[in-house]
């Protein structure tokens, strides 16, 4: 480095040069900074020229941030004052984050209708997404991350990868994308439907080219920790240098994080004249059941989720998938299906084990958006879903994927959370049947109407009837 890029005394000025190249490499390497025992002594009127550090992306911009700084401590640095003037130097534009949320809460949904995968995959959750990247340069291959200065020194694939990287001046938004479901075998083929057709979009992209969603098997579905979720997703999509690269490239440039909640409940053909037995119910003349199904067309029914109903019908203090899943439930919805029946009409169709699933997944879905609210920086924007799939033997048996029951989205920005789903307490569900699927509400509101509540980081709640025509 060039001796004018740094101000200095007398016989020090190689001294300070060095000093100077010292932070340069830790600072484009994270923090903190160590100080070698040869600069513990260093004048408290060292002056560093930030905007001619060695590496591009500063000299870009950071060209006219000059920072004095006051002291260093004898065995390591902070360098608040530098990462006060990147930040600085690039602040952030937020109004093209609140342009796209604005798009997507405008977007009609439907939740709580058993639907094909194509109706709420692509039209709900992958449309939604898409409302917030538009316009956007997606980074999420790895190799659009292969910028020569981030190097540790050793070169793995050539010099000709770099030319990979992405042009950081653009709007760009960095996609990862996390989801959760039930370790059961029986649901195994919904998880590659799931994958293909919403992860291999939104998820990172290894170098060999394979698909990185960050997968979670909770028994029973939703989530054992919504902190812990959250926080592996968050910290795994960008390391520090990274960020502060991307931050830097361009004022529009934000972060999206993308979480699935996912449960399932079977789906049982009843045969004619068979008898269904639940707990103390039972049930002759139904067509179907849910709460059940076969692997496979030859196979005996069982319980799907086993898990949830286990729970609901034979709760073990001492199981701890049994403890979790009755405090997802919540108490009074908890005792309100080990004593109560929900039947969808006209034909009575016991649907009690679809709402528990799906109650254990919004419950998911709104402790992972707490969570995230104290993780993400003011770039960050969380999309999250919460879904039941619908396992059915004669699906599979045909070829065609299992269903699923959409139950609500929501959206995390700058501390302020946006939730539009059913709800938690069991005992306000209805049901009705048609066309063979299931259709559950929540106090009677229509599902294309569900209001969308609004939670302000000072805990101020908003409730705001849902119009696809007003940007909310």
């Known amino acids: 480095m060039s001796s004018d890029n740094l101000s200095g005394q007398g016989g020090e000025h190689d001294h300070d040069s060095q000093l100077q190249d010292h932070v340069t490499d830790h600072l484009t390497r994270g923090s903190p900074y160590p100080i070698p025992p040869s600069f513990s002594r260093v004048r408290s009127n060292t002056t560093l020229n930030i905007g001619y550090l060695s590496k591009p992306y500063f000299k870009k911009k950071l060209k006219n941030s000059v920072r004095k700084i006051s002291a260093f401590r004898r065995h390591s640095l902070t360098p608040k004052d530098l990462t006060k003037a990147m930040r600085d130097d690039i602040t952030f534009d937020s109004s093209t984050v609140r342009d796209r949320l604005g798009t997507l809460w405008s977007l009609e949904a439907n939740f709580g209708r058993e639907s094909n995968p194509f109706d709420v995959y692509l039209d709900e959750i992958v449309s939604d997404r898409f409302a917030l990247l538009n316009g956007m340069q997606v980074l999420r291959d790895e190799l659009q991350m292969a910028f020569k200065e981030m190097d540790s020194g050793e070169c793995h694939h050539g010099e000709n990868v770099y030319v990979c990287h992405a042009d950081l001046s653009l709007p760009s938004v960095v996609s990862t994308i ?49 902190k ?10 960008l390391d520090p ?15 999206l994080v993308n979480f699935d909640l996912k449960t399932h409940c079977g789906k049982y053909t009843v045969s004619e004249n068979e008898i269904i037995t639940d707990g103390p119910s039972t049930f002759t003349g139904i067509r179907c059941c849910y709460g059940r199904c076969r692997e496979s067309v030859w196979r005996e029914a069982r319980s799907a989720c086993g898990a949830i109903v286990g729970c609901i019908r034979g709760y073990d203090e001492m199981n701890a998938i049994h403890t979790r899943i009755r405090r997802d439930l919540g108490e009074d919805s908890f005792r309100f299906l080990q004593s109560n029946q929900i039947l969808a009409k006209p034909d009575n169709i016991p649907v009690t084990f679809l709402v528990a699933s799906a109650i254990v997944a919004i419950r998911g879905m709104i402790n992972t958006a707490y969570a995230l609210r104290d993780l ?97």
Do not use: W
């Not at 812990?228 to 999509?237: E, G, I, L």
């Not at 005992?427 to 969308?452: C, Q, R």
């Open 228 to 237: 812990t979720f959250a926080y592996v997703t968050v910290q795994h999509q």
């Open 178 to 226: 996390a989801y959760t479901n039930c370790g059961d075998r029986v649901d195994i083929a919904s998880n590659h439907v799931y994958e293909s057709m919403v992860a291999s979009r939104f998820a990172s992209i290894s170098e060999l080219g394979d698909v990185k969603p960050e997968r979670f098997n909770p028994t029973g579905g939703g989530t054992d920790d919504g």
């Open 376 to 472: 993400l920086d003011e770039r960050g924007v969380g999309s999250l879903t919460a879904s039941v799939t619908v396992n059915s033997a004669a699906s599979d048996s045909i070829g065609i994927p299992d269903n699923i029951v959409y139950l609500g989205r929501c959206t995390v920005f700058q501390q302020e959370i946006r939730l539009q789903s059913l709800g938690l307490d069991a005992s306000k569900y209805t049901a009705t049947m048609e066309d063979g699927n299931v259709i559950i509400t929540y106090e009677n509101v229509p599902s294309d109407a569900l209001p969308v509540r609004i939670i302000q980081r000072d805990g101020t709640e908003e409730l705001r009837p849902f119009d696809s025509h007003t940007v909310i």
């Open 241 to 255: 240098p990274l960020r502060k690269r991307i931050y830097a490239g361009n004022p529009k440039s934000f972060i």
